[in-house]
T-cell receptor
Framework: AQTVTQSQPEMSVQEAETVTLSCTYD???????LFWYKQPPSRQMILVIR??????QNATENRFSVNFQKAAKSFSLKISDSQLGDAAMYFC?????????????FGKGTKLSVKP | DTGVSQDPRHKITKRGQNVTFRCDPI?????LYWYRQTLGQGPEFLTY??????LEKSRLLSDRFSAERPKGSFSTLEIQRTEQGDSAMYLC?????WGSGDRTDTQYFGPGTRLTVL
């Protein structure tokens, strides 16, 4: 069974600085997807970024980028130029590429605080 | 743009009562997922539908839980004989999958229904 581990329950960053959130996962599959979701205090989950395992290039979305290390099964999220609105819970998630398994497997999350 | 909506947003019930939640997915999304999230945890998968068909159920989905998506649009999740351990946020997500192209399956979440069982 696949698992996702986020080892940092809480992180803090100064506004305008850069922060990296860690995520590791365990799987025996070679084809899968990885995601970072943001859950602000209002609790609606928002997709931040996704990565296909077959792609070597790291995904980037504006101030958000990932460091995907397939061999190490590591998938960290870097937030550059942090803003107050980035404060939220961040969840790393895994999804198999097999057609019969559409569900996401989430880590426990990292609570990010942004200091003004 | 109408995202995923869920109703009610909050539900307080007494132990032993039945409750039903509704999820309206993004229009034309053919997949619909249910997750449960307890405090301090990430969401856990419960079940999902592709159109009307319920394709997968987690072992977390006990016999007291049932989900339907009768016309391939909205879905309901019913919990019978609620227990205090059922207290959680119930999240719904939807996605659009083209044919067998699961590579496009990005899930969009609703705001959730918070259930409190007294």
């Amino acid at each position: 069974a696949q698992t996702v581990t986020q080892s940092q329950p809480e992180m803090s960053v100064q506004e305008a600085e850069t922060v990296t959130l860690s995520c590791t996962y365990d799987t025996s599959e070679s084809d899968y997807y990885l995601f970072w979701y943001k859950q602000p205090p209002s609790r609606q989950m928002i997709l931040v970024i996704r990565q296909e395992a077959y792609k070597q290039q790291n995904a980037t979305e504006n101030r958000f980028s990932v460091n995907f290390q397939k061999a190490a099964k590591s998938f960290s999220l870097k937030i550059s130029d942090s803003q107050l609105g980035d404060a939220a819970m961040y969840f790393c998630a895994y999804r198999s590429a097999r057609g019969s398994q559409g569900n996401l497997i989430f880590g426990k999350g990292t609570k990010l605080s942004v200091k003004p | 743009d109408t995202g995923v909506s869920q109703d009610p947003r909050h539900k307080i019930t007494k132990r032993g009562q039945n409750v039903t939640f509704r999820c309206d997915p993004i229009s034309e999304h053919n997949r619909l997922y249910w997750y449960r999230q307890t405090l301090g945890q990430g969401p856990e998968f419960l079940t999902y539908f592709q159109n009307e068909a319920q394709l997968e159920k987690s072992r977390l989905l006990s016999d007291r839980f049932s989900a339907e998506r009768p016309k391939g649009s909205f879905s309901t999740l019913e919990i019978q004989r609620t227990e205090q351990g059922d207290s959680a946020m119930y999240l719904c997500a939807s996605s659009l999958v083209w044919g067998s192209g699961d590579r496009t399956d990005t899930q969009y979440f609703g705001p959730g229904t918070r259930l409190t069982v007294l």
